[in-house]
């Protein structure tokens, strides 16, 4: 249980780096000091300084807005944060490299904590270590609060939930088409890129935990009928498209499964999850599938190979804070659209749950600032529902369908009805 005598509810943990500062503007904006009490945090105090500055142009209150400055490798520091706090909301990555002495810290200190991460080798080790401990002091450990894996989860949930009141019973299968007209991406996320592929590299044991679409789900729950992401293109008569392999569905589908899991499998053990980007219909649908297969395979085919990643590390990545314009930004959109389907329980006739998860801003930054953003919130006002009290968690078990209601107040939407079966 959390003590409600802490300074802060919120602190901002790499408030200065780029995801960071959007947050702290998305939280400046949305929230007046009375309505939330958090600070900024990392270390160096001459540009949280700078960013306290810009956040009193949004809200001149908070001119006097704490700032905490430590180091992701100092204990001591990290420590003496997480206990002065509800909540820790960290855009700090890699997290392979720089998240262990956080989630650590917040664990020991009963802090909840929400981050971005989307490194699954790392999500299992802090899943391994430290979910039995953070669940029984009721410490809610929230990993990919993002657009990985958030549209995904929380998309899942508003379906089979929606099946359950409806028809009865929840889907079988639900299926993931995810669209977008940009992908910036910024040097934070390329470092946790390269440092993924550094760690495949270094331990092959790694290759089966990323190959895995049950990888995350609790010790003894880690196998099932999922044969793992798509690779190749695939015509789905469901949707009358042709699909591509998406690049975040590695991640996306071993958060869903893992939320079915901890949920006590409402969905079923045979529950099926896939994510793909549809490319459209007929030969020019074909083509653009292999083309972006092809592309994909490529990609991650040298990536893998040392000399490569030190190139582009060196000569094509952008710097750690550097990332897409305000402009790009806030003229990206994404869309996300489910499928579920599944079988009424008193009649056996198919039936079809649609959902779309949608904002008109950039999925990997302007909208996710705001769901990381508001999943700090949620945690800190124990806006919560029925999801799990504690453990290492996934947004769907950890906080639920509150954050849906308030992320539909900060822009993004959520939609979900009965869908005709053809």
């Not at 809200?59 to 520091?77: C, H, N, Q, T």
């Not at 894996?149 to 028809?167: C, K, M, N, R, W």
Request: proline share 5%.
């Amino acid at each position: 249980m959390i003590r409600d005598d802490r300074a802060y509810e919120i602190v901002l943990w790499g408030a200065t780096g780029f995801t960071g500062r959007l947050v702290a503007e998305h939280l400046a904006d949305r929230y007046d000091a009375a309505d939330l009490d958090w600070a900024i945090a990392g270390r160096d105090r001459e540009k949280l300084e700078t960013l306290r500055d810009e956040l009193a142009e949004i809200d001149p209150d908070r001119e006097s807005l704490d700032i905490l400055v430590g180091d992701a490798f100092d204990r001591e520091r990290l420590d003496a944060i997480a206990e002065r706090t509800q909540v820790v909301c960290t855009t700090v990555g890699p997290y392979a490299k720089y998240g262990s002495p956080l989630v650590d810290a917040c664990v020991e200190n009963g802090t909840h904590y929400c981050d971005l991460a989307g490194e699954v080798p790392w999500m299992r080790r802090v899943i391994d270590e430290h979910h039995e401990d953070a669940r029984d002091q009721g410490v809610r450990i929230v990993h990919s609060c993002g657009f990985d894996s958030l549209p995904s989860d929380l998309g899942t949930l508003l379906v089979q939930t929606h099946a359950e009141e409806t028809v009865g019973t929840a889907c079988s299968t639900v299926k993931s088409f995810v669209t977008s007209n940009s992908f910036s991406v910024s040097g934070g996320t390329f470092a946790s890129m390269l440092e993924l592929y550094e760690e495949l590299s270094r331990n092959p044991e790694v290759r089966e935990i990323l190959q895995n679409p049950y990888s995350l789900a609790p010790s003894g729950e880690r196998s099932g009928p999922d044969e793992g992401s798509q690779r190749l293109p695939r015509y789905d008569g469901d949707v009358g498209q042709w699909t591509a392999p998406f690049i975040m569905a590695a991640v996306n589908e071993k958060t869903v499964h893992r939320s079915n899991a901890l949920l006590g499998y409402p969905w079923g053990r045979t529950f099926r999850y896939d994510e793909v980007v549809p490319t459209g219909a007929g030969p020019l649908g074909a083509a653009s599938a292999s083309g972006v297969a092809g592309g994909l395979a490529l990609a991650t085919g040298a990536m893998a190979v040392s000399p490569v990643r030190k190139l582009v590390d060196q000569y094509l990545l952008p710097d750690s804070g550097e990332g897409p314009t305000r402009e790009e930004i806030e003229g990206g959109t994404f869309e996300v659209r489910l499928l579920g389907t599944g079988r009424s329980p008193e009649t056996n006739e198919q039936f079809a749950v649609e959902g779309t998860v949608a904002a008109n801003r950039d999925p990997g930054y302007g909208a996710t600032a705001r769901m990381i953003g508001e999943s700090a919130v949620c945690l800190a006002k124990g806006d919560t529902g029925t999801a799990l009290d504690g453990g290492v968690l996934t947004p769907a078990s950890g906080i639920g369908t509150p954050l849906i209601d308030r992320l539909a107040d900060v822009g993004l939407s959520f939609a979900v009805e009965r869908a005709s079966v053809e």
